[in-house]
């Protein structure tokens, strides 16, 4: 992403928060996985949104009007044997050079300055409850220089929820996040296409999700979130990611997996016969969903509710549930009792962007909200029919589908950002006998 898009962002921030005011945005630490082996690194989203700064201990400042420089980053010095051992710093210079910070100083001084830049400061910006430790230390800077009001020091009255303002900028998505983000879903809809050609009976799991990883690693990205690759039973649990038993004929393969490209998520979800070929009742369950996810697709256009997708969903699944013989009673009735829960027991989607379950409001007080152009979201539906379901015929057990796609809010309806991966049945079989 061009540093003009960061510096834009800081700017309208800057213009939301006013004179007067700071902004203090740490990014995440590094995570311990075992003993001195660590996750791959991950910067905090709303940090990277604002700086585009890839490293670790780091906190942005930000200081609308400050005549000395509005934006202040803390981070770590250079250092040649430390570099040698774990990697290239920006350091001082490269964070005013190559970063655009207008003043940056050692991590290791954020304690001895900040208080000092907090002083002209009444409002202080500042999400809380992310980081206890953090917290206790922005709690710190603002009491001792309420100490030292006592000798006419002038101290912050407020503080106020960063979170609120930045994550509605984060909610719309500009021309170039959106670039990214179809750029995101067309590799992970590459991938999916991948594991479509590479499945067969007799397969692990893992092996399918090595074909997803293989494609994700190629176009230089990383998993968005861990992988979903469930056969049989498996694609009947939501969150399932063990992803180690054999892959059986006559089996559905559920895979919800997408890849994060230059930070940005996508999200997709596909449901596919492990030989191949739908069986009957398989694709009468693949159809419904479908429909379903259409239905729900139609809705997403600028001024319906953020709840018209889910409902047109409920409403085509509901229906074909009765008509299936699976639900019994007035569909009208059904989806008041939410009876359609037994089989379908999440909602149609989430924000997506930086996060995959991104930030941003659903609601507007009691209200949900409207649907505007940038947005992006998810829509995906899905069915679930355990093993032992009560009163369901066996021939319909171990049937789990979901369909996801990503779908982006345009001026006059909508762009499916994911539309690369193939989701009629015949599209699938074709690819999967070919
Ligand atoms: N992959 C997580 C979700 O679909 O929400
Ligand atoms: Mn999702
Ligand atoms: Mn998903």
Redesign the pocket.
Known sequence: MDQKEFSSRRKRLMQTMGRGTIAIIPTAPVRVRNRDSEYPYRPDSDFHYLTGFPEPEAVAVFIPGRKEGQYVLFCRERDQHAEIWHGRRAGLRGACETFSADHAYPITELDAVLPELLEHCGRVFYTLGHNAEFDQRVVGWVNRLRQKGRSGVHTPGEFVALDHVLHDMRLFKSKAEIRTMRRAANISALAHVQAMRACRPGLFEYQVEAELLHTFRQHGCVPA?NS?VGGGANSCILHYNENNMPLNDGELLLI???AEYEFYAS???RTFPVNGCFSPEQKAIYELVLAAQYAAIEKVKPGNLWSAPHEAAVKVLTYGLVKLGLLKGKPAQLIEDQSYRRFYMHRTGHWLGMD?HDVGEYKFGDHWRALESGMVL?V?PGLYISAGSKGIAKKWWNIGV?I?DDVLVTPTGHEVLSAAAPKSVADIEALMTR
């Open positions: 979130y979903i919800d997996a997408a999200d997709i979800t995959v998810t995906e979901r996801e």
